[in-house]
């Protein structure tokens, strides 16, 4: 075992902090695809989607930005413009024009109209940004690179992907918390979550809450996305990859608490990235496997709760 | 009932006559027969309400088994049952352990099964040569090694006597008592088997059968194509098969068949004329046929047939 550490410690000790990374943006649409699957019942298939279409926003509004001159700080604006820009006008037209004719349906028309927009926003993607890899990774060499002591030997690792990635990740985590257990909003969709006809019995407007709702997961998605963007040169199929990812992760997670989210992303993420490192041929593999091996123990999900039988 | 007969009669001589006028449509309206019977799979657990977001795993596993056994094994007679025999194996295996689970778990699992099989067949270079695929070796038919256009003929031919076969098969496994229990565990479970219907081993029937029919779609299209990559088996190829099933129409056998035979012509033309924007054009359409005729194309056709 000791042998073993001194030989692959680094490796290990890489794969850790490419996991955290890793597991933070994971997280971050992962956590979105939770709330709308709570709030809508609709697996959006096409959530993938909109975290490629915010990477490829936030590429192209660095490298606007760029071309302007402006400083390389003005590169992190453009990450949150990219976020807000795509969760406020996809998010309302997806759900509007689409999602909102469908509820109540059943659940593979509803899985279907997301697949079908997936297929549409895929192609519209290669119509505005190509096949052609993109890459702007300004906000990335901006904070320049960190020396991670581990063990006797240190790490460097680019800051953005050690600070800029998790801290996100943990302050959405926080927010969230906040916003849902502390804010009348937050628990009005709490409330919708769990029963939406009791809680419009009490007045509450389901239909506003659900517009909210979506538009803020497509947010996040695309914040996911836009902070992604930085560490990977853009190609299609980023959104195809992203989605079926997520989906371990919420399946995994049970429907349910964002701490379990968190803390599933944290184990899929870490999972992965050490397969990336001492078994790359099973890298895709890995989530899945500790998907198959969870639910094979708990049926309902790590932390999902065990839904009451009806007759 | 006889309607139904009639209209599949109808349109067996309808795809005859297309592949003879239209010498290049026979390869694309065999391979539309072949997905038809990997989807007849997808109506069966619809019927249960379950969406599998994984079937293509069983289409991969056939058409590599084509692709792998052809340069031993060349005989199509061969190949395509024992096809079907390693699909329902495989579905057998995996069905044990998802019958237990339900909706988004039982979709989401499938999706998980499928994309461990897509990186397998990706990662495993020695074996599989990743994304490159396999070129499937020289077939023989009973022995007979016929020409090209003989073969696309022979081709086509078993692929439609298997739809019909397969087609009528779930229509009367559908009228058994194990279909009718099929659509119990959509309604309500737990009444199922207060009645002392087992759901799960219901379930795993279906499972297994569709299992099977995907295997031998698989096949059908590694024989047609004669070339496989693992993009057979990834989440998008599944999605198809599901999206294929709504756009046929879950309401009959009839329903894959002619979803799929819609499915690859619009991809056929959409790719021809705009070829930046097919997948687009397949997604616009099957949001109006949601959205409109959500009984899909059968819908449309059983609608009219009643009034």
Same mark, same amino acid.
């Given at each position: 075992m000791a042998d073993w550490f001194a030989e692959n410690g680094l490796l290990l000790g890489l794969a850790l902090l490419d996991g955290l990374a890793y597991a933070a943006l994971v997280f971050m649409v992962a956590v979105g695809l939770n709330l709308v699957f709570g709030v809508l019942r609709i697996v959006n298939v096409a959530h993938g989607s909109l975290f490629a279409i915010g990477a490829y926003t936030a590429a192209s509004i660095g490298?606007?930005?760029?071309?302007?001159?402006?400083?390389?700080?003005?590169?992190?604006?453009?990450?949150?413009?990219?976020a807000v820009a795509v969760g406020?006008?996809?998010?309302?037209?997806?759900?509007?024009?689409?999602?909102?004719?469908?509820?109540?349906?059943?659940?593979?028309?509803?899985?279907?109209v997301t697949f079908a927009l997936f297929m549409i926003l895929e192609d519209v993607q290669k119509l505005i940004w190509g096949v052609q890899p993109i890459s702007q990774d300004t906000p990335l060499r901006f904070l320049g690179t960190v020396d991670v002591p581990f063990g006797e030997d240190v790490i460097p690792f680019t800051a953005y992907q050690l600070f800029v990635l998790p801290g996100v990740a943990v302050a959405t985590l926080l927010a969230l918390a906040w916003f849902l257990r502390r804010t009348l909003t937050g628990r009005v969709i709490v409330a919708v979550t769990t029963d939406k006809e009791a809680a419009t019995a009490m007045g509450i407007d389901a239909a506003r809450i659900m517009l909210l709702t979506f538009t803020f997961g497509a947010g996040l998605a695309a914040l996911g996305g836009a902070l992604a963007s930085p560490t990977t040169a853009l190609v299609p199929g980023v959104g195809a990859q992203t989605i079926v990812l997520s989906f371990a992760v919420v399946a995994t997670a049970g429907l349910g608490q964002i701490e379990g989210a968190a803390l599933t992303s944290l184990l899929?993420?870490?999972?992965?990235?050490?397969?990336?490192?001492?078994?790359?041929?099973?890298?895709? #593999?890995?989530?899945?496997?500790?998907?198959?091996?969870?639910?094979?123990?708990?049926?309902?999900?790590?932390?999902? #709760?065990?839904?009451?039988?009806?007759? | 009932m006889r309607r139904e007969s009639l209209l599949a009669a109808l349109g067996a001589i309808g795809l005859v006559a297309c592949a003879w006028a239209v010498p290049w449509l026979k390869f694309v309206l065999t391979i539309a027969l072949a997905k038809g019977i990997a989807v007849l799979g997808i109506l069966l657990l619809l019927r249960a309400g379950q969406v599998s977001f994984g079937?293509?795993?069983?289409?991969?596993?056939?058409?590599?088994?084509?692709?792998?056994?052809?340069?031993?094994?060349?005989? &199509?007679?061969?190949?395509?049952?024992?096809?079907g025999l390693l699909g329902a194996g495989l579905g057998l &295996?995996?069905?044990?352990?998802?019958?237990?689970?339900?909706?988004?778990?039982?979709?989401?699992?499938?999706?998980?099964?499928?994309?461990?099989?897509?990186?397998?067949?990706?990662?495993?270079?020695?074996?599989?040569?990743g994304t490159d695929g396999i070129r499937v070796a020289r077939l023989t038919f009973a022995g007979l090694e016929p020409d090209r256009p003989t073969q696309e003929w022979i081709m086509f031919g078993i692929a439609l006597g298997l739809a019909i076969g397969f087609g009528l098969l779930v229509r009367f496994y559908l009228a058994s008592p194990m279909g009718r229990a099929l659509a119990g565990i959509k309604t309500r479970e737990t009444r199922l088997e207060f009645m002392? &219907?087992?759901?799960?081993?219901?379930?795993?029937?279906?499972?297994?059968?569709?299992?099977?029919?995907g295997g031998v779609g698989g096949a059908l299209i590694g024989m047609t194509t004669r070339h496989v990559t693992p993009q057979l088996a990834y989440w998008t190829s599944s999605g198809e098969l599901v999206f294929i099933a709504i756009l046929?129409?879950?309401?009959?056998?009839?329903?894959?068949?002619?979803?799929?035979?819609?499915?690859?012509?619009?991809? &056929?033309?959409?790719?021809?004329?705009?070829?930046?924007?097919?997948?687009?054009?397949?997604?616009?359409?099957?949001?109006?046929?949601?959205?409109?005729?959500?009984?899909?194309?059968?819908?449309?056709?059983?609608?009219?047939?009643q009034a």
């Open positions: 490298i606007f930005f760029a071309s302007r001159g402006l400083p390389p700080w003005m590169s992190y604006v453009a990450l949150v413009l990219a406020a006008v996809l998010g309302p037209l997806i759900e509007k024009l689409l999602l909102r004719r469908i509820y109540g349906h059943e659940d593979v028309l509803q899985l279907l899929i993420g870490l999972g992965r990235s050490i397969a990336v490192y001492f078994a790359p041929e099973f890298e895709v #593999v890995v989530p899945y496997l500790i998907m198959v091996a969870v639910l094979l123990v708990r049926p309902q999900g790590l932390f999902g #709760v065990i839904e009451t039988r009806r007759v | 079937h293509s795993m069983f289409l991969a596993l056939g058409a590599y088994t084509v692709a792998f056994l052809a340069p031993s094994a060349p005989e &199509v007679l061969l190949l395509l049952p024992l096809a &295996v995996l069905g044990l352990f998802l019958v237990r689970y339900r909706d988004i778990f039982f979709g989401m699992l499938n999706l998980a099964f499928a994309m461990v099989m897509y990186s397998l067949l990706e990662k495993l270079y020695a074996l599989t040569k002392g &219907v087992p759901a799960r081993r219901v379930l795993l029937a279906a499972y297994v059968l569709s299992a099977l029919m046929g129409g879950a309401g009959s056998a009839l329903g894959p068949f002619l979803g799929a035979t819609a499915f690859e012509l619009v991809r &056929v033309y959409a790719a021809a004329a705009v070829a930046d924007a097919w997948q687009m054009i397949l997604g616009g359409v099957l949001l109006v046929v949601i959205l409109f005729a959500p009984g899909g194309i059968w819908g449309i056709l059983a609608r009219r047939r």
